[in-house]
């Protein structure tokens, strides 16, 4: 009976995504992604957001109905660099960013309860709606004409605290609401995944104590949702201390038929550095705070590194001061953390990953300007442009039959 539903799910799959061009539907198979002949696929590619501030205003300054056009038109620019295989770049993913700019309503006033993208005092139900249409869905075409597959992930980023039934939650259950009954996005599900929160901290039962089974309350109304509207697609569920942490889900495990875990990865985190890179610790420490990586895909959906460069530094996530780098928010060298990291990829042969944005894989200036596509940072061995450049290739050329 299994393999017969999952049969029928396969073929919803290629039926659902018929308009997608000649992307193969991908579901999850075990602790791998898989298509529709069963072959193993790994993501790889980078991170946007139509954000006019971190697209270095090459499009415009605003975000509204004048702007929708230019806005597009830059995302085609960047698909067709990041895809363009004759001059090296080998992305297959693109994770895309709702961004709040878009769905906060510009008239309303903040309610002051958080600060920055983790305040949806102003988020619109009516500006998700009218971008969705206008906007994000014709990015996720353009990606996906490119070839590659798409990754949405909500509107900012996770208030610090969360408790089970609050309103950041409930907000959650609203954004998800209305793209999974959204019939393009229901015909798109097997080649866009959706990736739940971006970065919970602190998540915690309603009465504020903390348990082993407070992730999976948080997370498993939202898949359950999402399912009961019918988007059938990847999910992408995330975990504590900004995705780095999973060890409660393999006791308290999402319950649904199609997902993956999606894990965040920068220099300092898992106890590796340019200090301390040996391979096996990092593998050992992936493991013991990932543990899902045995059991379901993973895709990082944020990493970054580049080497120290004299600066005045800045402070990281945890508040502690980091030493100035090329223009990456993670600082560390390719030849020490970056190769330790390589080898948690190699080690564990169903993580996919995507750089935290654009201009740390390739030279976009360079690219807008010439039309020649380089790694980010003027190739520097020790940036993780050039080494993914050469890394994506690699996972490219290196597919699972």
Same mark, same amino acid.
Request: proline share 6%; with cysteine.
């Given at each position: ?17 018929? %308009? ?8 999850? %198979? ?149 793209? #999974?009954? $959204? ?29 082993? %089974?407070?992730? $999976? ?44 875990? #999606? ?123 050039? #080494? ?11 597919? %699972?039959?």
């Amino acid at each position: 009976m299994k393999d017969r539903l999952k049969f029928l799910l396969i073929v919803a799959l290629v039926t659902l995504t018929a %308009s997608a061009g000649h992307l193969p539907p991908l579901h999850v %198979s075990g602790n791998k992604l898989c298509d529709a002949k069963g072959r193993t696929v790994r993501l790889h590619g980078v991170m946007e957001t139509p954000n006019p501030y971190f697209n270095s205003h090459r499009w415009g300054y605003n975000c509204d109905d004048s702007s929708i056009g230019a806005c597009i038109s830059y995302f085609d620019k960047v698909c067709t660099a990041i895809t363009d295989k004759r001059q090296g770049a080998y992305c297959n993913v693109l994770r895309l960013h709702l961004d709040p700019c878009w769905t906060n309503d510009p008239a309303l006033k903040s309610d002051n309860k958080e600060r920055g993208e983790a305040d949806i005092s102003r988020f619109s139900k009516a500006r998700l709606a009218k971008y969705l249409d206008s906007l994000y869905l014709p990015i996720i075409q353009t990606a996906l004409r490119h070839g590659l597959y798409v990754v949405v992930r909500p509107p900012g980023v996770c208030p610090h605290n969360l408790r089970v039934g609050d309103d950041y939650q409930k907000y959650l259950e609203t954004v998800w609401g209305m793209v #999974a009954q $959204h019939a393009d996005f229901k015909k798109l599900s097997g080649v866009v995944s959706l990736e739940l929160a971006n970065e919970p901290v602190d998540v915690r039962l309603a009465d504020g104590s903390r348990s082993p %089974s407070a992730l $999976h309350d948080y997370f498993q109304p939202i898949v359950d949702l999402i399912r009961s509207k019918g988007f059938t697609g990847i999910l992408w569920i995330p975990g504590a201390g900004y995705q780095s942490q999973y060890a409660d889900y393999a006791s308290h495990p999402i319950t649904d038929s199609n997902f993956g875990y #999606a894990v965040h990865v920068y220099p300092g985190w898992y106890g590796a550095s340019d200090e301390h890179c040996d391979h096996d610790a990092f593998i050992r420490q992936f493991y013991q705070q990932v543990p899902v990586v045995g059991f379901k895909p993973i895709i990082v959906t944020e990493i970054d590194w580049s080497p120290v460069r004299p600066g005045a530094g800045k402070r990281n996530e945890f508040g502690q001061w980091v030493p100035s780098n090329l223009g990456t928010w993670a600082t560390a060298s390719t030849s020490k953390w970056g190769n330790a990291w390589k080898a948690v990829l190699d080690h564990y042969s169903n993580i996919s990953m995507t750089l935290s944005g654009t201009d740390v894989y390739m030279d976009v200036p360079c690219y807008l300007s010439t039309g020649k596509v380089r790694p980010a940072f003027q190739g520097n061995a020790e940036a993780c442009g050039a #080494a993914c450049f050469e890394w994506y290739r690699e996972m490219a050329k290196n597919k %699972s039959r």
